[in-house]
Nanobody
Framework: QVQLVESGGGQVQAGGSLRLSCTASGSIFSINAMGWYRQAPGKQRELVAAITSGGSTNYADSVKGRFTISRDNAKNTVYLQMNSLKPEDTNVYYC????????????WGRGTQVTVSS
């Protein structure tokens, strides 16, 4: 069984920073892409940033230049450094990973709340 656990959410003032972490555990053969998504109430979940096992990254236009995704393959962990936060970044942030056990499946964390006050 595979589990993703996020941490690092919280409340911060506009212009501040937060760092999210997500660690995968369980019967893991390998981890391919990992990413962060966010979802506001009543809206669809949207991609924030993703990173491949080789380190290639992809960002939503709204966070380019402010957020940085990285991963530590030895720790099965993905990070999201969020700088220059804006009130519109307020959301629940979810971690996603494509994990082979060895059959590849898409796994989600339970989410962590990020609140940015103006």
């Amino acid at each position: 069984q595979v589990q993703l656990v996020e941490s690092g959410g919280g409340q911060v003032q506009a212009g501040g920073s937060l760092r999210l972490s997500c660690t995968a555990s369980g019967s893991i053969f390998s981890i391919n892409a990992m990413g962060w998504y966010r979802q506001a109430p009543g809206k669809q979940r949207e991609l924030v940033a993703a990173i491949t096992s080789g380190g290639s990254t992809n960002y939503a236009d709204s966070v380019k230049g402010r957020f940085t995704i990285s991963r530590d393959n030895a720790k099965n962990t993905v990070y999201l450094q969020m700088n220059s936060l804006k009130p519109e970044d307020t959301n629940v942030y979810y971690c996603n990973a494509q994990i082979a056990t060895p059959i590849t499946g898409s796994y989600w964390g339970r989410g962590t709340q990020v609140t940015v006050s103006s």
